[in-house]
């Protein structure tokens, strides 16, 4: 990270600024406004990530263009990418922005942080298992495995994804089994705790990314489970659905969960017998 200034020259480059703004002015749109009657600044290579950036002073010369090229946004959408910037074009009054071209990905001479979100299933997923695989601007220590979660409210750490396992220094992948216990909604994933290989910066608290559940075509199926002999039969009304492929079966301990899969293949018809059940314990499904 790199930020110089002295006299006629200011230079901010290569930094991550995470969740900066809000309704306030972002500092270095200020200091820039000031310097760019030198035409001797640079704003670049920076991340930007999940910010409100306003332009800051008011009843300047709001002639005055603030170039801020080569920055990257969190986003390859421009619309996007404006919908975060508050300058002339939402108040007269306030300089311009010029933040094209844009970076399409993060500088990797900046500190690291997430690039990318991947579900498998992609969203809306339903209940089953999905696979998160996490990619990040940098070569991370494969020794400190980043702390996940998701969640439908703030903190967004009502589900911690802890069966995970580094792929290379710079992709993560875990998985959740999603139950209709989970709940169903928009949910965000929370990303934190992952280090690089080269001074060990941690990456900033990650809240960008997110998918949805929908498990409410299974909320109907009415299961039922009777026990015999050796085995615990369980029965459910079929699901009418035209691309549905079959049924996965998930037991706990508890009867909020953790549930955990227990068909070794997907379960094409409206029953199932557990033979794994251990006698004499109550077991959910």
Request: with cysteine; charged share 15%; aromatic share 10%.
């Given at each position: 990270a790199n930020?110089?200034?002295?006299?006629?020259?200011?230079?901010?480059?290569?930094?991550?600024?995470?969740?900066?703004?809000?309704?306030?002015?972002?500092?270095?749109?200020?200091?820039a406004i000031q310097y760019k009657l030198t035409e001797d600044y640079e704003i670049s290579g920076n991340g930007l990530l999940d910010?409100?950036?306003d332009a800051g002073v008011r009843d300047i010369d709001h002639a005055i263009t603030i170039n801020m090229t080569n920055n990257y946004w969190g986003s390859t959408d421009p619309l996007e990418i404006s919908d975060h910037i508050f300058d002339f074009y939402d108040?007269?009054?306030?300089?311009?922005?010029?933040?094209?071209?844009?970076?399409?990905?993060?500088?990797?001479?900046?500190?690291?942080?997430?690039?990318?979100?991947?579900?498998?299933?992609?969203?809306?997923?339903?209940?089953?298992?999905?696979t998160f695989t996490l990619t990040f601007s940098r070569a991370m220590d494969t020794n400190i495995p980043p702390t996940v979660s998701f969640g439908a409210s703030e903190p967004y750490t009502q589900h911690m994804v802890t069966d995970g396992n580094w792929v290379d220094p710079n992709m993560w992948q875990g998985t959740y089994p999603i139950t209709l216990f989970t709940g169903?909604?928009?949910?965000?994933?929370?990303?934190?705790?992952?280090?690089?290989?080269?001074?060990?910066?941690?990456?900033?608290?990650?809240?960008?990314?997110?998918?949805?559940i929908d498990t409410a075509g299974l909320s109907g199926v009415n299961l039922q489970a009777s026990g015999e002999a050796g085995r615990v039969d369980l029965y459910y009304n079929p699901v009418d659905e035209p691309d549905?492929?079959?049924?996965?079966?998930?037991?706990?301990?508890?009867?909020?969960?953790?549930?955990?899969?227990?068909?070794?293949?997907?379960?094409?018809?409206?029953?199932?017998?557990d033979y794994t059940a251990p006698p004499g314990i109550t077991k959910y499904y």
């Open positions: 930020t110089v200034m002295g006299p006629g020259r200011l230079r901010i480059i290569n930094n991550v600024f995470n969740k900066i703004g809000g309704g306030s002015s972002w500092q270095c749109s200020a200091i910010n409100a950036l108040d007269f009054q306030r300089p311009e922005i010029d933040y094209t071209p844009f970076l399409t990905q993060p500088s990797p001479n900046a500190p690291p942080v997430v690039f990318d979100v991947n579900l498998n299933p992609s969203s809306p997923v339903g209940a089953e298992t999905v169903d909604g928009l949910q965000t994933i929370r990303v934190s705790g992952a280090k690089d290989t080269d001074i060990g910066f941690e990456i900033p608290v990650d809240t960008r990314f997110g998918f949805e549905l492929a079959g049924y996965n079966i998930y037991r706990s301990d508890l009867s909020g969960g953790p549930f955990t899969k227990i068909n070794p293949a997907v379960v094409v018809d409206p029953n199932y017998s």
